[in-house]
């Protein structure tokens, strides 16, 4: 079966009434949850994308706050599910300030645990590579963010040796 393409697709939904989309966008979010993550996402939070990065990083400190440390195995577990959790609200947000501020965040509760646990390498280079995306996403910021996030980037850096 060909799928169609996403020109086909807008072409269709011009000719749809608001019954008829609001019907098909009912469909799609009983179909999979990350399609109502999204539309939720879309709808409620993104009218103010603070207020959205503050209720993200609570839920970050949380997890955090609930990792099972039995062992370095689960540990590193439970960091990359909330890794994944991160990168999906990312993509939600297709902002870059929003992924800087949510990648910040993370290292910073990702070096709370490399301080109270014995240093783990997979969860340094969990570390470095966050501190790359951070580095690499900081050139398409305005100057006065790259700025501010340079700085607590730095306030970061100076607690765990990079």
């Known amino acids: 079966m060909r799928i169609a393409s996403l020109s086909e697709i807008k072409k269709e939904l011009r000719q749809k009434s608001n019954l008829e989309l609001t019907e098909l966008v009912l469909k799609l979010t009983k179909h999979k949850v990350e399609n109502k993550e999204l539309l939720a996402y879309a709808l409620f939070e993104s009218k103010d994308e603070n207020n959205f990065i503050s209720k993200i990083q609570l839920e970050i400190d949380l997890q955090f706050a609930n990792i099972n440390t039995k062992s370095n195995y ?89």
């Open 74 to 162: 689960i540990i590193n577990k439970n960091i990359r599910k909330i890794q994944r959790y991160i990168v999906k609200q990312i993509r939600f947000s297709r902002q870059k300030e929003t992924e800087i501020a949510l990648r910040i965040h993370f290292c910073k509760n990702l070096v709370d645990i490399l301080s109270k646990y014995n240093t783990n390498n997979t969860r340094h280079h969990m570390l470095v590579r966050q501190i790359e995306l951070i580095r690499k996403r900081l050139t398409h910021v305005h100057e006065d963010l790259q700025f501010d996030y340079e700085l607590d980037l730095t306030k970061l850096l100076e607690h765990f040796k990079y």
